[in-house]
């Protein structure tokens, strides 16, 4: 599900979007937000270990979220839509019919 991010040598990464979702697959990324316009201070908000889903920053005009993968960090980017599958026919509904 998703696709793999390549971080080898990447020093910051842009985490896009509302509808995206981020796993932490291997080793670690520093998450900062920082000014929009890529301007100005970083803020740090702290270090994701592998295993971390994060959500994409929601639009607006001040800040948006950055990461800066550690040497070894492995990334997938996934799509909100993709987690979505229809019921197969005739499944379980979960109230016991």
């Excluded at 509302?18 to 803020?43: K, N, S, T, Y």
Aim: charged share 20%.
């Amino acid at each position: 599900m998703g696709s793999a991010v390549d971080c080898t040598g990447v020093r910051s990464l842009s985490l896009e979007g509302p509808l995206v979702l981020w796993l932490v697959v291997q080793g670690e990324l520093d998450l900062f937000a920082v000014d929009a316009a890529q301007e100005g201070h970083w803020h740090f908000l702290g270090r994701l270990e592998s295993g971390t889903l994060l959500l994409g920053p929601v639009d607006g005009p001040a800040h948006t979220l950055t990461g800066r993968p550690l040497p070894g960090c492995v990334l997938r980017r996934m799509e909100l839509h993709e987690l979505h599958r229809p019921a197969p026919a005739g499944s379980w509904d979960g109230h016991g019919e």
